[in-house]
């Protein structure tokens, strides 16, 4: 069936170095990819949806890169501002639902 | 445009006890999904409404817990005999196009 796979679950950073989150997917079929971001005591929210294979999105300072070849949609930021400080969740159109991965907390640092 | 509301936002129960949990998805929104969300699984799929009609409850564990739409305007998730492993943020969640969900805030429950 499908899955998505997130192996970070706590990113520790200081302020201004570079963010990436990973994100590995399984699906037998072509679909979307995303990001949400859940700050504290907040719903989460859509960060980034995947555009074709091996092209870039970009929101909010964020971006990823649908790799069908990889079965990846790793998220970066050039820079990390203490307001990044959240809990990003990776996700996949699964049918009738999106499956979320268990979610990668990011802890940015002064 | 209020967003998606659940209420309450806590609840507190004892073992065994019922909850009854509240959706109010966002007007014109046609899909309507509840989520489990716990530090361990994350967010773990439910059941999904469209157009009112239950679609899909394959992540609705089979035993006491139960989802309705009555109407277009809210949702209700009952859970019977509460234990304490029930205990998480149960998050409901409306879209209207092919992908985008908005989520509302949540609600805690915790099952003493």
């Known amino acids: 069936g499908d899955s998505v796979t997130q192996t970070e679950g706590l990113v520790t950073l200081t302020e201004g170095l570079p963010v990436m989150l990973n994100c590995t997917y399984q699906?037998?079929?072509?679909?979307?990819l995303f990001w949400y971001v859940q700050h504290l005591n907040e719903a989460p929210k859509l960060l980034l949806k995947?555009?074709?294979?091996?092209k870039r999105t970009e929101h909010q300072g964020f971006h990823a890169t649908l790799h069908k070849s990889s079965s990846s949609f790793h998220l970066q930021k050039s820079s990390a501002q203490l307001s990044d400080s959240a809990l990003y969740y990776c996700?996949?159109?699964?049918?009738?639902?999106?499956?979320f991965g268990t979610g990668t907390k990011l802890q940015v640092v002064p | 445009n209020a967003g998606v509301i659940q209420t309450p936002r806590h609840k507190v129960t004892g073992k065994g006890q019922e909850a009854t949990l509240w959706c109010e998805p966002i007007s014109g929104h046609s899909a309507v999904f509840w989520y489990r969300q716990t530090i361990v699984q994350g967010l773990e799929f439910l059941t999904y409404?469209?157009?009112?009609?239950?679609?899909?409850d394959s992540g609705m564990p089979k035993e006491r817990f139960s989802a309705q739409m009555p109407n277009q305007s809210h949702s209700t998730l009952k859970i019977q005999s509460t234990q304490p492993q029930d205990s998480a943020v149960y998050l409901c969640?409306?879209?209207?196009?092919?992908?985008?969900?908005?989520f509302g805030p949540g609600t805690r429950l915790t099952v003493l």
């Open positions: 969640a409306s879209r209207q196009s092919s992908y985008e969900q908005y």
């Open positions: 699906t037998a079929y072509s679909t979307f």
């Open positions: 996700a996949l159109n699964s049918g009738t639902y999106q499956r």
């Open positions: 409404f469209r157009n009112q009609a239950p679609i899909d």
């Open positions: 995947s555009s074709t294979d091996n």
